[in-house]
């Protein structure tokens, strides 16, 4: 999506009154390996409110698959945890459950699209045995009522001749058609949360914007709200109400779509943004921010931007950014703190 149409599409929405319904407080979450331990997730605070597309952006490798797995819940122990902070859903504290606990919310009350439905799917399984499964387990249906449902939410996704597909393998269907039978899947017990990883990245544009439609409709139709993870600020455009930028297991900068794309802060922000093609203007070459993502191993005290930042100076290298809130919009840059604003 070019610079042009994201412009066209933001705009000024009424986002007052609304519950809270998932709120990350402080999450930190590690891997020990034997070159040490990596912060993954470091301090990641943000909320999710009912009835909104949050969108979580960021480069690979920056934390926003493990922060929506620290959610699931399905962290494998022992070499990853969750080693602070909180995650309370519709005021359930998700860290402090017991495995029992959690067992009944996800899938039923917090279900996930999977980055790639090829391996998220069981080969061996037909796609109508896997969607009856959570209905049989979570909604408790007989046999024969999960198969006319899972049927029924095969034809919801916009699946054709769903009864056919629903005894198909997933090695049978294509790509589109197999991240639609993820989407039924997820959809079997109408969800509060519905998190989509990425669910448009091995996709063709078509297909994508076909997916991206239907979860606006799911969204508008039965008030769900969505944790939407991507790379893509073009996707962030089209679905995103409220958007989180991480870098290096950080929240940098977070706030409604419109102030983001409108009024950017944080110079990673800003790169990104800049490396967006944009209609009308001739580029040799399309802008790419300098560097590297750092190794999530023993960082250290310091702006973890630094090294890719050409308005870096002696404080980046020394200390941590605290968040700084302009309304509703919070970004964590030395830049915008308000003693170096002040001149102390």
């Not at 109508?128 to 249906?141: A, D, M, P, W």
């Not at 300098?290 to 190794?295: A, D, E, K, S």
Request: contains cysteine; proline residues 5%.
């Amino acid at each position: 999506m070019t610079e042009k149409v994201i412009k066209n599409k933001v705009k000024k929405v009424d986002h007052s009154g609304l519950e809270t319904l998932v709120e990350f407080d402080n999450l930190h979450t590690n891997f020990f390996t034997e070159g040490g331990t990596v912060q993954a997730v470091n301090g990641v605070s943000f909320k999710i409110m009912k009835g909104e597309t949050v969108c979580v952006v960021g480069e690979s490798g920056c934390g926003k698959s493990v922060t929506s797995f620290s959610l699931m819940r399905l962290i494998e122990e022992p070499t990853g945890r969750i080693v602070g902070g909180h995650i309370y859903f519709d005021g359930l504290d998700i860290t402090k459950l017991s495995d029992k606990e959690m067992q009944k919310i996800r899938g039923n009350r917090i279900a996930m699209i999977f980055q790639e439905p090829m391996t998220s799917l069981n080969p061996s399984l037909k796609i109508g045995y896997q969607i009856s499964e959570v209905l049989r387990r979570h909604r408790k249906f007989s046999k024969e009522d999960a198969r006319k449902e899972s049927i029924s939410l095969l034809n919801k996704v916009g699946i054709p001749r769903p009864e056919a597909i629903n005894d198909s393998y997933p090695h049978q269907l294509s790509g589109g058609m197999r991240q639609r039978a993820m989407i039924a899947m997820a959809l079997a017990c109408d969800p509060d949360l519905l998190i989509a990883d990425e669910p448009t990245t091995a996709l063709d544009v078509t297909i994508q914007a076909q997916i991206l439609e239907l979860l606006r409709d799911l969204k508008e139709n039965s008030k769900t709200s969505i944790l939407f993870i991507t790379h893509d600020l073009g996707v962030v455009a089209e679905m995103a109400d409220y958007v989180v930028v991480m870098y290096a297991g950080k929240v940098v900068e977070q706030g409604y779509v419109e102030d983001i794309y409108g009024n950017p802060l944080h110079p990673y922000t800003k790169g990104l943004m800049k490396a967006k093609p944009m209609i009308g203007i001739k580029q040799d070459r399309l802008y790419t921010i300098p560097g590297q993502v750092p190794n999530p191993i023993n960082l250290g005290d310091k702006c973890y931007f630094s090294d890719r930042c050409s308005k870096c100076f002696d404080k980046c290298l020394k200390k941590t950014p605290t968040p700084v809130e302009f309304d509703e919009h919070i970004v964590s840059c030395w830049l915008y703190d308000q003693e170096e604003k002040d001149g102390k």
